[in-house]
């Protein structure tokens, strides 16, 4: 195990990470809540994010919040308290728009705006960037030189697994450094464990919420233990309240939205106390550059 991922305690160091965003700007909803009617719906980031840092006060755990930039700019003081308690502040891009459904040029406003506006509030630099509903793909990596160029030193929005919706299975599991003409970038993926020849997601999100704890225990136990490496922790503060607005969706969108919401809290609460967990600078030392540099060839992609 490398020593930058050594815990005080002896404890490998986890990666916890909240990507802001409201109830409304999920993905599943696309089709359903147009960007422009945003406003018009009822807002509750601010105190489900409330309970969040709340809940990392309580178990002593800084975290790294990748914050919708639309959120920003309509509570910035959210912004400021975020990073007032010691937390990363990160990038989830502005308009929550998946990447490979934009053009250079548009992904390259979005994350600019986003990056100028975080910055400003909380009087930080933004290295981190992570994608709406993971969607940094195979046709989508063009994303990567736009983000190095916009001055990201870190991404987290691969996931290395089959998706109907993302990821790229082939993509490696451990943290890394991916070379690009525009330069190189630290990728954080999403976490897994391998079984057989197989990637299975852990500790996010959905998965987080749908499978018994027990599952999640053991795949970080897993990761830390038998691959020596972080595991990556994601999570939205809708995905802690249980009394949102229930909006008009098909069955499988309202199934990936809702279920087992009502147990986040506990979860999170047991899975800080099991796992050491801190801000994804923290992990990964992305000043220096110090992981280990890709020889993935998918990498190289456009």
């Not at 709406?132 to 987290?156: M, N, Q």
Request: hydrophobic share 40%; with cysteine.
């Amino acid at each position: 195990m490398s020593a930058r991922y050594a815990a005080p305690s002896g404890r490998v160091t986890n990666a916890i990470t909240v990507d802001v965003e409201d109830y409304f700007h999920a993905s599943v909803f696309d089709r359903v809540v147009p960007r422009a009617a945003w406003h018009d719906y009822e807002s509750r980031v601010v105190p489900n994010t409330h309970r969040l840092l709340d809940l990392f006060d309580e178990q002593r755990v800084k975290g790294t919040f990748f914050v919708l930039g639309w959120v920003a700019d309509k509570f910035p003081e959210l912004v400021r308290e975020i990073a007032g308690r010691g937390h990363e502040l990160a990038s989830h891009g502005y308009h929550h728009q998946l990447v490979y459904m934009l053009t250079p040029a548009q992904f390259r406003d979005d994350i600019r705006r986003a990056k100028g506006t975080i910055e400003q509030l909380g009087a930080t630099r933004v290295r981190g960037y992570r994608a709406p509903s993971f969607s940094i793909v195979r046709s989508s990596l063009w994303a990567l030189d736009v983000l190095i160029e916009e001055g990201h030193s870190y991404d987290a929005s691969i996931f290395p697994i089959h998706h109907d919706r993302y990821g790229i299975a082939d993509a490696p599991r451990a943290a890394h450094v991916i070379q690009r003409g525009s330069g190189s970038i630290v990728e954080l993926p999403a976490s897994t464990v391998r079984v057989g020849a197989t990637n299975y997601p852990i500790a996010g999100g959905g998965y987080f919420r749908l499978f018994p704890y027990a599952a999640t225990r053991w795949g970080i136990s897993r990761v830390n233990c038998r691959d020596g490496e972080p595991v990556v922790l994601y999570i939205h503060p809708w995905e802690v309240d249980p009394d949102q607005p229930r909006l008009d969706a098909s069955r499988i969108a309202r199934l990936r939205h809702h279920a087992g919401i009502a147990t986040t809290m506990d979860k999170l609460r047991q899975v800080t106390t099991d796992f050491a967990f801190g801000r994804v600078i923290d992990v990964l030392d992305v000043r220096a550059g110090s992981t280990a540099p890709s020889t993935a060839r998918w990498a190289h992609a456009k």
